[in-house]
């Protein structure tokens, strides 16, 4: 059994550092990407508070295509470039957008997220996927929240 505890109250880079050791404890000795990005998934979930959807988009033939995740139902398929996510994918760097309605393009999975995080994933200096999470709270995410999943995403770039 993994019982992992999250305190909600913590600083969040205290925060992002107990996520990161959960993580690695986690996906230690595992080559899996499906059963890795799942618990992932699930562990982000149980760390951050207030999201609404936290999960990953793989690389796979130049276009975004769903992968393990915690939320509800999501786009499949998202062309690098649109959306939050694929504006990530595109560029190679964090989106870290405070209200999703002045994002052009963005795209609605869940009518309720009103912030997004997503982080891309470089394996070999390319993007291999990206890490997303959505929140029902304006201006959720700042740059602590950023540094915390880009950690995440280093750690994971040869497990995924
Ligand atoms: N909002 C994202 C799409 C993915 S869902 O949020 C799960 C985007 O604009 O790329």
């Keep these: 059994m993994y019982d992992f505890q999250a305190d909600n109250d913590l600083p969040k ?4 550092r107990q996520l990161g050791n959960a993580a690695a404890a ?3 000795g595992e080559a899996d990407s499906v059963a890795n990005m799942a618990n992932i998934a699930a562990l982000v979930w149980e760390f951050v508070p207030d999201l ?6 793989r690389m796979i033939d130049d276009e975004l295509v769903l992968g393990p995740f915690v ?8 062309p690098v470039g649109q959306g939050v996510c694929g504006a990530a994918a595109g560029t190679g760097k964090t989106q870290l957008v405070r209200d999703v309605h002045d994002f052009p393009g963005h795209i609605a999975c ?3 997220s009103r912030s997004e995080l997503v982080v891309p994933v470089l394996r070999d200096g390319e993007v291999c996927a990206v ?7 304006l ?16 750690l994971l770039a040869d497990r995924i």
């Design 71 to 78: 939320g509800r139902p999501a786009c499949i398929r998202i």
């Design 13 to 16: 880079p205290e925060l992002y």
């Design 131 to 137: 890490i997303d999470l959505d929140s029902p709270v």
């Design 139 to 154: 201006d959720r995410f700042d740059t602590e929240d950023a540094a915390g999943v880009e950690e995440l995403a280093r």
């Design 26 to 28: 986690l996906i230690e």
């Design 110 to 112: 869940d009518a309720a």
């Design 52 to 57: 609404n959807w936290a999960g990953f988009y």
